[in-house]
């Protein structure tokens, strides 16, 4: 669905005839979508949210009278993330109906716009060489405090002025 905020959760009351959703999975982070999330799940229903808030603010009052379940964690994406992209890169699964646009890596910003727009629900990006690299490959291993991590590696960058 497009709608957000309160015209998101008149759309689920709608659908559900007024009683609101028995789960709903808020993965944004923002206030309006934990907001959105609360609003739109039953009295009794769940809010499961996976990763970092980001100047989320829940009033105590105000969720104990929604009556709602309010449960998250971080999603555990470093564990999983490079088998993942070694099996979609090379055909074995296919990431799903989540990827609705493709672009190529030039066109990195047109995807968030379409996102941001609610024009594409997630944007696969494809690299212009073809099979003989994966994209795990292309990060450089490092680490934040004992946190091991992968980054992308730039070679040049080159800036007009």
Same mark, same amino acid.
């Given at each position: ?30 206030? @309006? ?10 009295? *009794?229903?769940?809010?499961?949210? &996976?990763?970092?808030?980001?100047? !989320?603010?829940?009033? *105590?009052?105000?969720?104990?009278? @929604? ?19 070694? #099996? ?9 109906? !989540? ?17 941001? @727009? ?6 696969? #990006?494809? #690299?212009?060489?073809?099979?003989? !690299? ?14 091991? #991590?992968? &980054? ?10």
């Amino acid at each position: 669905m497009t709608e957000r905020g309160y015209e998101g959760v008149a759309r689920i009351m709608d659908m559900t005839n007024g009683i609101g959703a028995d789960s709903v999975l808020e993965c944004v982070g923002t206030q @309006e979508s934990m907001m959105q999330a609360i609003h739109a799940a039953r009295p *009794g229903g769940y809010v499961g949210y &996976v990763g970092v808030p980001h100047g !989320v603010e829940l009033n *105590g009052e105000e969720l104990f009278f @929604e009556d709602v379940h309010l449960h998250g964690g971080p999603a555990p994406v470093r564990k999983y993330l490079p088998k993942l992209i070694d #099996l979609a890169w090379n055909g074995k699964i296919k990431p799903g109906k !989540v990827f609705d646009l493709t672009l190529p890596l030039e066109q990195v910003a047109e995807g968030y716009h379409a996102m941001d @727009e609610r024009r594409a629900i997630k944007t696969l #990006l494809r #690299l212009a060489a073809a099979n003989s !690299v994966s994209l795990w490959d292309m990060m450089a291993p490092c680490s934040v405090g004992t946190v091991p #991590l992968r &980054v992308p590696v730039v070679s040049s960058v080159t800036r007009k002025h």
